[in-house]
Nanobody, 132 residues
Framework: HVQLVESGGNSVEAGGSLTLSCAAS????????MAWLRQAPGKEREGVAV???????SYTDSVKGRFIISKDNAKNTLYLQMNTLKPEDTAMYYC???????????????????????????WGQGTQVTVS
């Protein structure tokens, strides 16, 4: 069965860096769509970064230039390198996966706008990031 286990969350000062990891198992990691999402208290969950099977990526505007999503297919692991962290990055971060990255409806694709990414089926339990 599909398993996603996040790690690497921590409390850091503003301006610092963290790298989150997501260990995946139970599916063909190299062919699936993988993403990081986050949810802050009192806010809706939002897509942070997504990467598809051929390495195309998309980021939410607030993290562009600061965060990098990557994956190591040999290790079945997804990463999120987070630099220049801000207090507004404080949230629970989730790893998510699905067989393909799909765009909801018609119009701009998820590549151009991460908000257009269809909800992914499988989720991890999350890892907390706190920036002060």
């Amino acid at each position: 069965h599909v398993q996603l286990v996040e790690s690497g969350g921590n409390s850091v000062e503003a301006g610092g860096s963290l790298t989150l990891s997501c260990a995946a198992s139970g599916f063909a990691f190299d062919t699936w769509c993988m993403a990081w999402l986050r949810q802050a208290p009192g806010k809706e969950r939002e897509g942070v970064a997504v990467i598809d099977s051929v390495g195309r990526t998309s980021y939410t505007d607030s993290v562009k230039g600061r965060f990098i999503i990557s994956k190591d297919n040999a290790k079945n692991t997804l990463y999120l390198q987070m630099n220049t962290l801000k207090p507004e990055d404080t949230a629970m971060y989730y790893c998510a996966a699905d067989r393909a990255c799909r765009t909801v409806g018609y119009g701009r694709s998820w590549i151009d706008d991460i908000r257009r990414l269809a909800r992914l089926t499988y989720w991890g339990q999350g890892t907390q990031v706190t920036v002060s």
